[in-house]
């Protein structure tokens, strides 16, 4: 009877969990979509917990409680810091699968070991290498998100890297295999640890070779690993409901993963296996050439007499906090009748979506947030656009330049609309060390500066003159 | 091994469904797609009070609280982040007077 009610049960939170992801086609139904997520959890810990074999109540209580101490904090940093929390979330995810994994084999191993299969054993090795590699991994992820001092943040490279590691996850699988297959001999329970350090190991070495730059993308595999080691679990405990839930996260991943990739025209193994740092010395010493420089007061004149403005966003901005001057800005040009819109790279920001988390926290209407491809078509109509902090994704150079790192990358083409303004803090290359075209073309002026102090000053001339004109 | 395959089939088709329902979020929300997900497989959780609350060994126990207390900080985090960060996408905020 408890059997039936609780399959229904499943059944019903993974349906939930189905209509959860369902509702974040747009914005209008999005937080339908948190609160069938809460149901659907909240159904299967309740089921669970009436387990007639779940006795110790007080543990349980104790660990939730803790949990809460913890993860109400971790919910309220700030926007900028959500990648860290992300990647944090994805290592918690996969230190529980690990965990898990490791207290099911030793549990099995002595009460009864014919129920390790190969099967089994199998799922049980795979949930726990996804799962302490993801936990590693993960934490350097977060470490160089979060700028911790002894996480390198350069990409480490040597020679032999890609060896090194091939070796280490080849070690891993051949042990994985015997194990698999001989889940009781009297060697297994220390050759268990042994994969459980490979794991470990491999998770910080995956990840030290990636620079910064990548770090979107790296986000999204490891919340494929978390998802993956999710299923993997739900296969140990023949449970269709973690199966479903954690197919759900790692199609998200992957998902998320490609689009990142295709945004900055890599694929996966350039991403995991190429150390991104390395291709930065191209032709550093070309010729000089020369900027044009605007000042704030001109500046403001032009987007004064403009219809339709292109403001393109970048890391840069949220470094700065520029983010609610821009919206002051934003505010001042709709005054005037002016159409702002806002061109969001897919790669803008530190993780997927970030760009648009930073706007809307300013304010911003989602409605004027606009996809790279959307407004790549109405740029050329635009009087003026405004690049703010924003870098390599305008950069001319990744559809013309062969021998340009970023070449093939596709752009927000600020380099069609009629002006160009882009606000810079120094005259040095971006992030990449690409020198950038679109700051030599002949309709850019650049406004150099702090990126918050350039957009007040354009909002103080814009509302300083609006009585005078 | 006879509840192999079933299991089996179910990923597949999770997979699938996964898939399509993710291919069609609103680009817009690809962070809280992330914490959301996040949350949602964080259901792992019930694999961690079967450990933890049965009657097993100490040792297995502990394995188990430590790996429900990352799983339910996952749940409460993910969950309310998702939130806060969707209370924030507004169609208009404020009343605009020029137009």
Same mark, same amino acid.
């Given at each position: 009877m408890f059997h039936a009610?609780?399959?229904?049960?499943?059944?019903?939170?993974?349906?939930? &969990?189905?209509?959860?992801?369902?509702?974040?086609?747009?914005p209008a139904t999005a937080r339908k979509g948190v609160y069938a997520g809460v149901a659907g959890t909240a159904i299967a810990v309740i089921v669970t917990w009436a387990e007639p074999s779940v006795i110790h109540h007080w543990w349980i209580v104790g660990a939730i409680a803790l949990g809460f101490v913890v993860g109400v904090p971790l919910s309220r940093v700030p926007l900028t810091a959500v990648p860290q929390r992300t990647a944090l979330s994805h290592a918690f995810g996969g230190i529980a699968a690990g965990l898990v994994g490791t207290a099911e084999?030793?549990?099995?191993?002595?009460?009864?070991?014919?129920?390790?299969?190969?099967?089994?054993?199998?799922?049980?090795?795979?949930?726990?290498? @996804?799962?302490?590699?993801?936990?590693?991994?993960?934490?350097?992820?977060?470490g160089k998100l979060q700028e911790v001092k002894w996480v390198?943040?350069?990409?480490?490279?040597?020679?032999?890297?890609?060896?090194? =590691?091939?070796?280490? &996850?080849?070690?891993?699988i051949f042990l994985a295999g015997i194990l698999a297959v001989n889940p009781t001999a009297a060697w297994a329970p220390y050759v268990f640890p042994v994969i459980i350090v490979l794991a470990l190991a491999f998770g910080v070495l995956l990840i030290i070779p990636i620079g910064g730059a990548d770090m979107p993308t790296v986000i999204a595999i490891l919340n494929a690993y978390a998802g993956l080691s999710a299923v993997?679990?739900? &296969?140990? @405990?023949?449970?269709?409901?973690?199966? /479903?839930?954690?197919?759900?996260?790692?199609?998200?991943?992957?998902?998320?993963?490609?689009?990142?990739?295709?945004?900055m025209n890599r694929s996966f193994t350039n991403v995991l296996f190429g150390a991104f740092g390395q291709v930065q010395q191209t032709k550093a010493g070309g010729e000089q050439k020369q900027y044009k420089s605007e000042t704030p007061e001109g500046a403001a004149q032009v987007l004064e007499q403009a219809s339709f403005v292109v403001i393109i966003p970048g890391y840069g901005m949220a470094v700065a906090q520029a983010q609610h001057k821009v919206r002051e800005l934003y505010d001042q040009l709709k005054k005037r009748g002016v159409t702002v819109k806002f061109a969001i790279h897919p790669v803008a920001g530190r993780m997927p979506g970030h760009m648009n988390v930073l706007l809307a926290?300013?304010?911003?209407?989602? /409605?004027?947030?606009?996809?790279?491809?959307?407004?790549?078509?109405?740029?050329?109509?635009?009087?003026?656009?405004?690049?703010?902090?924003? =870098?390599?994704?305008? =950069?001319?150079?990744?559809? /013309?330049?062969?021998?340009?790192?970023?070449?093939?990358?596709?752009?927000?083409?600020?380099?069609?609309?009629?002006?160009?303004?882009?606000?810079?803090?120094?005259?040095?290359?971006?992030?990449?060390?690409?020198?950038?075209?679109?700051? &030599?073309?002949?309709?850019?002026?650049?406004?150099?500066?702090?990126?918050?102090a350039v957009i007040g000053d354009l909002v103080k001339e814009l509302s300083g003159g609006s009585g005078m004109h | 091994m006879m509840d192999l395959w079933p299991t089996v089939w179910v990923f597949v088709l999770a997979s699938f469904i996964g898939l399509g329902v993710i291919r069609k979020v609103s680009r817009l929300l690809h962070t809280p797609l992330m914490s959301l997900t996040n949350a949602i497989s964080a259901i792992a959780v019930v694999g961690a009070i079967l450990v933890t609350g049965g009657d097993y060994p100490l040792s297995i126990r502990i394995l188990g609280a430590v790996a429900l207390f990352a799983s339910v900080t996952n749940i409460v985090s993910g969950f309310l982040i998702t939130d806060r960060m969707l209370k924030m996408f507004k169609t208009d905020s404020k009343p605009e007077s020029g137009r």
């Open positions: 009610l609780s399959q229904v049960a499943y059944i019903a939170a993974s349906a939930l &969990f189905i209509f959860a992801l369902h509702w974040m086609n747009t084999y030793y549990l099995r191993l002595g009460e009864g070991p014919e129920w390790l299969t190969p099967f089994r054993m199998i799922a049980l090795i795979v949930e726990i290498i @996804l799962g302490y590699l993801t936990f590693t991994g993960s934490l350097m992820a977060a390198p943040q350069r990409p480490v490279t040597y020679a032999g890297q890609n060896f090194v =590691n091939g070796l280490l &996850f080849a070690t891993a993997a679990m739900g &296969f140990v @405990l023949d449970s269709k409901l973690l199966i /479903t839930a954690g197919a759900l996260d790692g199609s998200s991943g992957l998902i998320l993963a490609i689009i990142m990739c295709k945004a926290e300013a304010d911003i209407p989602y /409605t004027d947030l606009v996809e790279m491809d959307d407004i790549n078509h109405d740029i050329a109509q635009a009087d003026v656009a405004l690049v703010v902090g924003a =870098n390599d994704v305008v =950069n001319p150079a990744a559809k /013309t330049d062969k021998s340009s790192p970023i070449y093939g990358m596709p752009i927000i083409e600020a380099d069609k609309a009629r002006t160009i303004f882009a606000i810079k803090r120094s005259k040095n290359p971006g992030f990449a060390g690409i020198d950038n075209e679109l700051y &030599f073309s002949d309709r850019t002026w650049m406004l150099f500066g702090d990126a918050k | -």
